[in-house]
C-alpha cells in the first residue's frame, strides 16, 4: 500500500485542496466511494484508508490508487452522510484519526491537529444525523468518549466531561445513534444494551440498561433503523434480537424472541430505506438476511445465508441501498453483493475486490 506522507497532506489541507463548504450543494445516494480500512495488528506497523470508485450500476469496486495512513491496529472507519468527513478509530494507539475527503476525486486530506485522543482501546465510532458529534467505544476503559465536530475541517474537540463511564462491567463494543440524535445505543457485552440520552452539549447520562435476552451470552453490535423505530443486536455467537425504540424516553422492549444467525455474527446494518437486516457471519463466512416486519420482527429472507469470503468481519450497505459489501478478512477481499427486486432483500454475488486485510468498509454518496 502506497502511504503519503502526513505533513504533505496538511500543507495540502491549508493551502485550500478541499474545501468542505463547497464540495457539492447538491447531495444524493448515488454511491461514489468506497474506503476499505486496512488493519495490520499483527505488526508494529500503522494501517491505511485505500480509495475505491463504485460502479454505479453494478457496485463494483475499482481501486483508485489512492490511500492514507491510520495509526496502529484501525479497528473502526465511519464517514458523515454526505462522504465529506471521515475518522478511524485506532485501537493500539487509544486515537481517532480524523480525515477531509475531496467529493470529486475521492482523495483524503489529514486534518489539522489528527489524531486525537481518546481513552483506551476504541473499537467503534458512531455519528449524529447532523454531524454534530463523533462518539467513540472506549473498549479497554469502559467510556465512551465524546467529541464536537469541525465541519468546515474535521477537526475534533472533546466535549467537556468526555470520556463518560459506561457503567458495566464489560467495555462497550458497538454503538448506535438515534435519528433525532436524544439517544445513543451502547451494545455492551455481557453487561447488554446501554441507553444514553445525548445533551445539545454532547454529554451523556444513562438512562437505562437493557438486559440480555433469556438464553444470550452478549451484546457485541448493533444497528437502529434509519426511522428510529427499531435496534437490532448481535450477540457474536448465533443470534440477533430486534428491539422497539421509544422515541421519547429512548427505552427499549424486546420483540419476541432471539432470531438464528449464522456463526459468530460480528456485524449488523439495516438498510437506509428501513427494509431489511443483514448480518456477517464471520464463523460461517456468509451473511444472514432478515425483512422486517410492521411490528419490528424479523423474517429470514428465502436464499439466506448467502456466502461472502472468509471470515466476514463487517458488513455495510450503501446509501442507495443497492449494494451490500462485506470486509473478508481471512481472503483479503470485500465481497460485492446486489440487493434483488424480484425476492426482496435476497442477495446476488457480484464477486470480489482485493484488499488488504480488510477491517471495515463505508461507501460514501
Request: charged letters at 10%; hydrophobic letters at 40%.
Amino acid at each position: 500500500m502506497r502511504f503519503v506522507n502526513k505533513s504533505i497532506l496538511v500543507l495540502a489541507f491549508l493551502a485550500g485542496s478541499w474545501f468542505l463548504t463547497s464540495c457539492g450543494a447538491q447531495f444524493t445516494n448515488t454511491p461514489r466511494f468506497a474506503l476499505v480500512l486496512d488493519n495490520t495488528s499483527a505488526s508494529a506497523s500503522t494501517g491505511g484508508v485505500s480509495v475505491f470508485s463504485v460502479l454505479n450500476k453494478t457496485g463494483v469496486l475499482s481501486p483508485l490508487g489512492k490511500s492514507v495512513q491510520t495509526g496502529v491496529n484501525p479497528s473502526a472507519i465511519i464517514s458523515d452522510l454526505h462522504g465529506r468527513l471521515l475518522y478511524v478509530a485506532n485501537a493500539d494507539d487509544g486515537t481517532v484519526s480524523a480525515y477531509g475527503i475531496n467529493r470529486t476525486t475521492g482523495d483524503i486530506s489529514v486534518a489539522p491537529g489528527s489524531p486525537f485522543a481518546t481513552d483506551s482501546s476504541p473499537i467503534a465510532l458512531a455519528i449524529d444525523g447532523k454531524t454534530q458529534f463523533l462518539f467513540v467505544a472506549n473498549n479497554g476503559s469502559g467510556s465512551i468518549s465524546v467529541f464536537s465536530i469541525n465541519r468546515s475541517t474535521a477537526s475534533l474537540k472533546q466535549v467537556p466531561g468526555s470520556p463518560f463511564s459506561t457503567h458495566t462491567s464489560t467495555g462497550p463494543m458497538g454503538l448506535a445513534v438515534a435519528a433525532s440524535g436524544k439517544f445513543l445505543y451502547v451494545a455492551a457485552g455481557a453487561s447488554g444494551a446501554v441507553v444514553f440520552s445525548v445533551s445539545s452539549s454532547g454529554a451523556l447520562a444513562v438512562v437505562s440498561q437493557q438486559p440480555l435476552p433469556a438464553g444470550v451470552l452478549s451484546a457485541s453490535a448493533l444497528a437502529l433503523t434509519p426511522n428510529g423505530k427499531f435496534l437490532y443486536v448481535v450477540d457474536g455467537d448465533t443470534t440477533v434480537s430486534a428491539y422497539a425504540v421509544d422515541s421519547a424516553s429512548g427505552n427499549l422492549t424486546l420483540i419476541g424472541s432471539p432470531v438464528p444467525t449464522g456463526a459468530q455474527p460480528t456485524a449488523v446494518v439495516v438498510d437506509p430505506l428501513n427494509r431489511f437486516v443483514y448480518t456477517a457471519n464471520q464463523g460461517s463466512s456468509d451473511i444472514s438476511a432478515y425483512s422486517i416486519n410492521a411490528d419490528g420482527s424479523l423474517t429470514e429472507i428465502s436464499g439466506s445465508p448467502f456466502v461472502t469470503g472468509n471470515q466476514p468481519v463487517e458488513i455495510t450497505v450503501d446509501p442507495s441501498s443497492r449494494f451490500v459489501y462485506t470486509a473478508n478478512s481471512a481472503d483479503q477481499d470485500v465481497s460485492v453483493f446486489t440487493i434483488d427486486s424480484s425476492t426482496p432483500g435476497a442477495l446476488d454475488s457480484v464477486g470480489t475486490t482485493d484488499a488488504s486485510t480488510p477491517a471495515s468498509v463505508t461507501i460514501t454518496r
